[in-house]
């Protein structure tokens, strides 16, 4: 007796009326397709068609088979009884044959037909919008096994990034709606005389209207950087004369927090120059130090370092502050990401944009960007930029 699936047996009560599954009628019914008879779906009409197929030859080839066992028998002037036995040992062997050939496409179906069949049924699912489906990856054939995982790290991606659209609209409107509050609520307060229009209150709302538009210019920038549209202007930049460029726009930042700003440059400096956009290296290596000093306290110290590494040029950017905590190194370079998930714009923190831009302006020059911090008892944070030499250097 076959036993029937969970599903139509007496008294089963769907996981969504139970309650034991976080799961929707539409995610159950998906898991029906994936998880349930195997017989059922794509994979048994692919195998009832093979099926189909594969009897019409067998009977075309036992009438063959008789029609040669009477025609060999009658020209080798064999009796009928011959020609009997001819044509049943051909019958006995053409038994054996189909036999074998059902054994060798059952086992056919259950390492071929049935693994498309459910990659089939999973694609389904994903076109109908239902991206948290995956298939099995355990599999006798190295080659599915290869496409289930490519299908499971497809449906992953997809699922991130959705994950990452949604978050992004809500990031964004979150940043937007603080601003806007400010503004109205002091636009309303002046026009109801709660507040006078004096140069204090204009100026607060204009802060406001500037961070909204940094915010705006910002948004712009990163998503012409991760679209491959950001317009570069390439030149011959000088490491050296970068870093010490940084400096002097943060060195009286630096002493009125009361933290020292190091510049070291490894090696020959006329060895570290890298084709890039000055500007936008500069807004790079601006954007890391400025995080340094806000997260470094007084008596601490930042410092930027240049040298060459594997054939490459390596920036280091290092600071003595707070660190960054081991659970959210992999979530630094994302967009909106800030270490204090509570705090705002206060203290001079941004958006949570600025890592997610040097990330991408970093790869657009051909480089890797990366973030560490130290182990304890060592306190800070360091990030590690390498970029590609010049071509004049690197032939040298």
């Known amino acids: 007796m076959t036993k029937r699936p969970p599903w139509e047996q007496e008294g089963w009560v769907p996981p969504w009326e139970r309650n034991d599954r976080h799961w929707d009628k539409a995610q159950w019914e998906t898991w029906k397709r994936h998880k349930g008879d195997e017989w059922n779906g794509p994979g048994c009409a692919l195998f009832l068609r093979f099926l ?20 060999f028998t009658r020209a080798s002037g064999g009796s009928d009884q011959v020609a009997l036995a001819v044509w049943v ?7 054996a044959l189909p036999i074998l050939a059902v054994t060798i496409a059952f086992r056919a179906f259950r390492r071929i037909a049935n693994p498309l069949a459910e990659v089939m049924a999973a694609a389904d699912a994903v076109a109908a919008g239902d991206l948290s489906v995956r298939v099995n990856e355990e599999r006798e054939d190295k080659q599915f096994a290869r496409l289930a995982r490519s299908f499971n790290h497809m449906t992953a991606e997809l699922q991130r990034s959705d994950k990452v659209r949604r978050n992004l609209t809500a990031d964004v409107a979150h940043e937007l709606r603080t601003p806007l509050h400010i503004i109205q609520g002091n636009l309303e307060g002046v026009l109801d005389g709660v507040y006078a229009p004096d140069a204090a209150h204009i ?3 204009l802060d406001e209207t500037r961070l909204l538009s940094r915010l705006v210019d910002d948004l712009h920038l990163l998503s012409q950087a991760e679209a491959g549209q950001l317009s570069l202007h390439w030149e011959t930049v000088d490491v050296p004369d970068l870093l010490a460029d940084v400096e002097t726009s943060f060195s009286g930042q630096a002493a009125a927090r ?5 510049v070291a440059v490894e090696g020959d400096p006329a060895g570290l120059q890298i084709e890039g956009d000055a500007d936008r290296l500069d807004q790079v290596l601006s954007n890391l130090v400025a995080n340094a000093l806000r997260h470094t306290p007084p008596g601490g110290h930042v ?11 390596r920036i280091r950017v290092t600071d003595t502050g707070e660190g960054i905590a081991a659970e959210d190194l992999p979530y630094v370079f994302d967009r909106f990401w800030r270490g204090d998930k509570a705090r705002g714009h206060e203290g001079g923190a941004g958006a949570g944009l600025g890592l997610a831009i040097a990330r991408q302006l970093v790869e657009a020059h051909g480089g890797t960007i990366a973030a560490a911090s130290a182990e304890p008892p060592e306190r800070g944070a360091r990030f590690t ?3 590609p030499l010049s071509n004049r250097i690197a032939t040298v």
């Open 385 to 387: 930029i390498v970029l």
């Open 303 to 313: 410092s930027l370092a240049a040298g060459r590494e594997n054939g490459a040029v």
């Open 258 to 262: 009361e933290i020292e700003l190091k």
């Open 52 to 71: 189909l197929i594969f009897g019409l030859v067998v009977l075309l080839v036992l009438g063959g088979m008789a029609a040669l066992a009477l025609l």
């Open 89 to 95: 040992a051909g019958c006995g062997l053409g038994l």
């Open 203 to 205: 100026e607060a709302t």
